[in-house]
């Protein structure tokens, strides 16, 4: 299946997908490492160290993860590392250390970057090779690791940070969900590091933050140096002074072996009160007459309240792969029906190998025979198989026409009995008047299909990590509750020409939301800025004037930024219409121009004397150049918040917060917020008596 990135939160609903994702999140995966065949047949590589570098700032964030390998053994060998990227993310750069030099890997078409892999192999010349596997799951191979020596390699990849209700988020992945049984009977996985681990994160926001936390790694070090820039460092039995000197680099601890089996997600709060408005972050070098930008428009809080009941109907995965997690997942849908407004309904359908109904009918949340039902479903054992489309058709054949009405899946499988065809689920749920929103669990899961049919319904898709936090999304869920959203957003650029502008159509926003638009604009000049929606059936316009700059070279990442969008793009129109050779072409066309790794592309590393023979132009080691010079220019002068609109606002209001409150409510009131949150919005379509897309 495609790539596709991640789509932003759809709203309120977005609470409960998390509600239920990271309290489903439990339990043992498999994670990022080094694959050795499970039959013993190659000796295997050690990762001697794993040192990993994040900078966050001006609304994106570059990761870069350098590791060294080492071969113990008397004998050259090959090794494969394999690795989860996050859903939005581009990978911009692989570099394979050659004879103490660092060579910059080049994108290639994927058949022919794996031709030329294999003929250095087998000449016994040092190559190395990053290929996508599977939906978001990479492999780098390095073809030689000489024996009793070292090997060292480097991957970065860039991607948006968007803010919700006034929360950042940060994850680096490292878990992998472990459903893909064929690959974890083929493949045994080493996520030892062996001598160094290091994870060093440095946020510079254009607004002051107030807190910064890591749920799932109380050894970290969070250091606050100004109320704009913060750090990260996880250094067990170490201490860092608040307000003390940044360090260029991570804590490290030789001599301590660490795994890479969880992930790492980091969280940070904005002050309350900061103003509404659109921030412009560009790029156009000098004398080009065409620049790319990312605008950012960050709604004031102008949401109208609401308040309605709802039909629930959940459908829920208790395949063999939910064994360590259902019982987690049966307590929190208990204690969010018990805390339903009294006219809400719900219904509960399971599916393993089969799927069945296990409540009779819908069942009134504040009634006797909701707590008997609930009881049931404390009961039940996960069995094997994923009939995921029988469970889906059932649910969907239990929404009542009379009411608004939303289904929950929630699933960390791939579809493996019955309908499996992504045309037969996109078309099924287009039959129903329903919203449906999916929860999906591990790198594993077939998220092009589950993405596909929830976007086909107006609903979202969205996956979870292990170590997210429910503080930072009680946060979302408490803001929403109970406001209207817009809808039929459209965003419009007039007085400076644009184009290849994405997303072409947004959709939707909610209360804390922000809305990231990529494109090209060219020269330069004066503009106004359209923003058309629709709220509780009226019109609404806002509008916005600014100068778009006719020079800016301080964010050069913009451009991969767009490309990458670009990509997805197409590949969502591949999703959903089938693979055509033009669309192919032009991935791949985007992908070798701005030096991306995608499906149909893969970046391969050479000794330097063999990319001319083999005709490989050299061109990414200059981009890399110039965006590395950017960022160091960036990091020495003062931390701006690029908003453009502050002379003419867009908004009269004030962005929506979240309160000062930071403790954390655990997952009973994480799970009451989250269904409170979707009761008030109505995810129906027939919300506020009118039809929504």
């Not at 030099?101 to 892999?117: D, H, N, S, T």
């Not at 969070?222 to 804590?251: C, L, T």
Request: proline content about 5%.
């Amino acid at each position: 299946m495609m790539l596709r990135s991640y789509r932003f939160l759809c709203g309120y609903a977005a609470a409960l997908i998390f509600a239920l994702g990271v309290s489903l999140a439990g339990g043992p995966a498999t994670a990022a490492g080094l694959l050795a065949p499970a039959d013993g047949s190659r000796a295997n590589i050690e990762i001697k160290t794993h040192n990993v570098t994040v900078i966050i700032e001006n609304s994106f964030a570059i990761t870069t993860i350098d590791q060294v390998f080492h071969n113990p053994h008397p004998q050259a060998l090959e090794t494969v590392y394999s690795f989860p990227v996050p859903e939005d993310a581009a990978v911009a750069e692989f570099t394979y250390w050659i004879d103490g030099q660092p060579v910059i890997g080049e994108v290639l078409p994927k058949e022919k970057a794996r031709q030329v892999y294999e003929t250095e192999q087998q000449a016994q010349r040092e190559a190395g090779l990053v290929e996508q596997k599977d939906y978001r799951t990479f492999d780098i191979a390095v073809s030689q690791v000489p024996a009793g020596q070292d090997v060292r390699t480097r991957l970065v990849y860039i991607q948006a940070m968007p803010v919700d209700t006034g929360v950042g988020r940060y994850v680096y992945p490292l878990e992998e969900g472990g459903v893909d049984e064929d690959r974890k009977a083929f493949w045994l996985l080493n996520d030892q590091v062996a001598t160094e681990f290091t994870f060093d994160l440095r946020l510079r926001s254009g607004y002051p933050v107030s807190d910064m936390r890591l749920p799932d790694h109380p050894n970290a070090l969070v250091s606050r140096h100004s109320e704009q820039e913060w750090s990260v460092r996880i250094a067990p039995n170490q201490s860092a002074e608040d307000d003390g000197p940044i360090q260029p680099a991570g804590i490290r601890y030789p001599g301590t072996a660490a795994r890479l089996d969880t992930d790492i997600v980091t969280y940070w709060r904005l002050e309350s009160g900061l103003p509404a408005g659109i921030n412009l972050v560009a790029n156009k070098a000098p004398g080009d007459k065409r620049g790319t930008f990312m605008l950012v428009v960050t709604p004031g809080d102008d949401l109208p309240p609401i308040s309605r009941g709802r039909d629930w109907v959940f459908v829920l995965d208790k395949s063999g792969s939910m064994q360590t997690k259902f019982h987690t997942l049966a307590e929190g849908v208990a204690e969010a029906v018990s805390k339903m407004p009294p006219d809400d309904r719900f219904r509960i359908f399971l599916f393993d190998r089969t799927a069945s109904e296990m409540t009779s009918g819908f069942v009134a949340a504040s009634s006797t025979e909701a707590r008997t039902a609930l009881d049931l479903l404390r009961a039940v054992q996960p069995d094997n198989g994923t009939n995921l489309y029988g469970g889906l058709d059932l649910g969907l054949r239990a929404v009542d026409a009379d009411r608004t009405s939303g289904i929950v899946l929630v699933t960390d499988g791939v579809a493996n009995v019955g309908e499996v065809r992504q045309r037969a689920f996109v078309d099924r749920v287009r039959q129903q008047d329903t919203r449906l929103f999916t929860v999906i669990m591990g790198n594993s899961a077939n998220r092009p299909l589950l993405e596909a049919m929830t976007g086909a319904s107006g609903g979202s898709a969205v996956s979870v990590s292990n170590s997210d936090d429910v503080v930072g999304v009680v946060m979302e869920a408490l803001s929403r509750l109970g406001h209207e959203a817009m809808t039929d957003v459209e965003l419009s650029i007039e007085g400076v020409r644009t184009a290849d502008v994405t997303p072409s159509a947004p959709g939707n926003l909610y209360r804390g939301q922000q809305l990231s638009l990529f494109g090209h604009y060219w020269n330069g000049g004066p503009a106004e800025v359209i923003l058309k929606g629709r709220i509780g059936g009226e019109d609404r316009v806002y509008r916005a004037r600014f100068a778009f700059p006719g020079e800016a070279t301080l964010n050069p990442e913009i451009e991969r930024l767009w490309a990458f969008s670009q990509v997805d793009r197409l590949l969502t129109e591949n999703d959903h219409f089938g693979e055509t050779g033009d669309r192919a072409q032009a991935i791949t066309d985007l992908a070798i121009e701005y030096g991306l790794l995608t499906p149909y592309t893969s970046i391969i590393a050479l000794r330097p004397e063999m990319y001319a023979q083999y005709g490989i132009e050299r061109k990414q080691g200059v981009r890399r150049s110039i965006e590395e010079q950017a960022q160091l220019r960036r990091l020495s002068e003062k931390i701006a918040n690029n908003r453009a609109d502050e002379n003419s606002p867009m908004f009269q209001t004030a962005r929506a917060g979240h309160g000062t409150g930071t403790g954390s409510l655990g997952l009973v009131g994480f799970l009451v917020a989250a269904v409170a949150a979707i009761a008030a919005l109505g995810v129906g379509r027939r919300a506020a008596g009118k039809s929504t897309p």
